[in-house]
């Protein structure tokens, strides 16, 4: 795949993408976001300095004021876009990715995605047209150059998220953090006082595990944490820490949809209330959000899309099966520390009534059994679909279908979703049935139809 993507630019540094690509997209930015003041911010990687450099050399080339934030979060940057009414913004950053990546992730004013669908495609063209080269030599970006983190307004973030959840709040909870050698390193002990600390010094090389919580070997460190200390959990971050993910008491991992309900359990209002979802959202949490009065709406995956519809339908927060959860109170965007702070502070609060969290979860993760998503390297993806959809007709009948997003199906028994990665040569695969059984047979004809 390219380094335009539907949710950002992405890619192997010095492969799929290079300085000379960077100064283009920051000249051709601007002419698709308009307004005159932009923000960057950083990961740690070894290349985003660099990376800075050239995009800040291409956003003044292109007569824009830049203020740099310097090393932090993805949520901080979607914070002061809105909060300091900037025009537009980009993080420099490959999120989970292996260490050789990087990317940027481009907002405009509010804090809105710019996707592939909503700007990318346009400055792509526009980067392809344009034979610019960067002089590193130049030195245009040196006079808003910050070497580490901008300490004023890191400090403003972290005051505001303890406006939204005061950290004293899960003080009586025995938890630990992993902040995964990424960005949540700046302000976790900030956060989250008396926790047990796991990789909390930014190292873009990632030494100790992949950024990517969502793959087993990179959350063993933190449930082994938890079980040796006997801990109540542990909470784990991605390398840019817009992403948060759990282990319960005994380190099993907690599948973030199932996070969703219980996220929005702690929003007074949101009875009554929409609470998003994307096409891969277990039932049995779909099931909760209805049962606390919520209003559950369907979306496409990615947070270029969840931002939007967070919006349009007014919805007080959501999640996704990837650990990203959004906000209407956090301009609609996503937030691993916000999302973490009050899954922390529910379950500091199951605590104190005699729960203990696997207790506390079980009521939305026993409710059916779910296969968590497959991936399948395949070289025709439609073709793979419409097996898929073949063999999915032998399975019972249909009770209803989406097709927003790849397909979801659904049935009496359970439901499957199938769809092409955004981001990643996959195809993915997800099913959900009311015994492991049938889980069994379904994902067995499935995985045939893929693989055929």
């Not at 601007?30 to 923000?39: F, I």
């Not at 080339?61 to 901080?76: K, S």
């Not at 339908?313 to 959860?325: N, R």
Request: aromatic letters at 8%.
């Amino acid at each position: 795949m390219g380094f335009f993507k539907a949710y950002d630019m992405r890619g192997t540094y010095g492969v799929d993408f290079d300085l000379d690509t960077v100064y283009r997209v920051g000249r051709a930015l601007p002419k698709v976001v308009p307004g005159t003041r932009w923000l960057v911010g950083r990961d740690c990687r070894a290349s985003s300095s660099a990376v800075r450099d050239a995009l800040v050399a291409g956003l003044r080339a292109a007569g824009v004021e830049v203020v740099d934030l310097g090393l932090a979060t993805t949520p901080m940057v979607y914070f002061f876009t809105a909060e300091e009414d900037f025009d537009g913004s980009v993080m420099i950053t490959a999120s989970h990715n292996p260490p050789a990546d990087n990317g940027l992730k481009v907002s405009k004013r509010g804090a809105l995605p710019v996707g592939y669908e909503s700007g990318l495609a346009e400055v792509e063209r526009l980067v392809q047209a344009d034979p610019a080269a960067y002089d590193a030599s130049a030195g245009s970006a040196a006079s808003c150059r910050v070497a580490g983190t901008d300490p004023v307004r890191l400090a403003k973030y972290v005051a505001w998220l303890k406006t939204q959840v005061d950290p004293a709040a899960v003080t009586g909870l025995a938890f630990a953090v992993d902040c995964s050698d990424g960005m949540a390193s700046i302000l976790a002990r900030e956060l989250f006082p008396g926790a047990v600390f796991l990789n909390d010094a930014p190292d873009g090389a990632f030494p100790h595990h992949a950024p990517n919580p969502l793959l087993a070997a990179s959350r063993e460190q933190l449930a082994e944490t938890v079980r040796a200390r006997g801990l109540d959990c542990g909470v784990i971050f991605d390398g840019d820490a817009d992403r948060c993910m759990f282990v319960d008491e005994k380190g099993a991992f907690i599948q973030p949809d199932y996070l969703i309900p219980v996220l929005a359990s702690t929003f007074a209002d949101a009875p009554g209330r929409p609470v998003i979802h994307d096409v891969r959202t277990s039932r049995g949490a779909i099931e909760a959000l209805r049962e606390m009065g919520c209003k559950p709406v369907i979306g496409k995956v990615g947070h270029a899309y969840a931002k939007v519809l967070l919006r349009e339908v007014g919805a007080v927060c959501g999640g996704e099966l990837a650990g990203h959860y959004y906000f209407r109170d956090f301009h609609g965007c996503d937030s691993g520390e916000l999302a973490a702070l009050r899954i922390l502070r529910a379950f500091a609060g199951a605590k104190a009534s005699g729960q203990a969290v696997s207790a506390f979860m079980a009521p939305v993760q026993r409710r059916y059994a779910n296969s968590g998503e497959v991936n399948f390297k395949v070289a025709d993806k439609p073709a793979a679909i419409a097996r898929v959809l073949e063999t999915a007709a032998t399975l019972g009948a249909e009770t209803s279908r989406c097709d927003i997003d790849g397909y979801r199906l659904e049935y009496a028994e359970g439901w499957i979703s199938v769809r092409q990665s955004n981001t990643e040569p996959y195809l993915r695969l997800l099913a959900e049935c009311d015994t492991r059984a049938r889980l069994a047979t379904w994902m067995s004809a499935l995985s045939r139809a893929i693989e055929a």
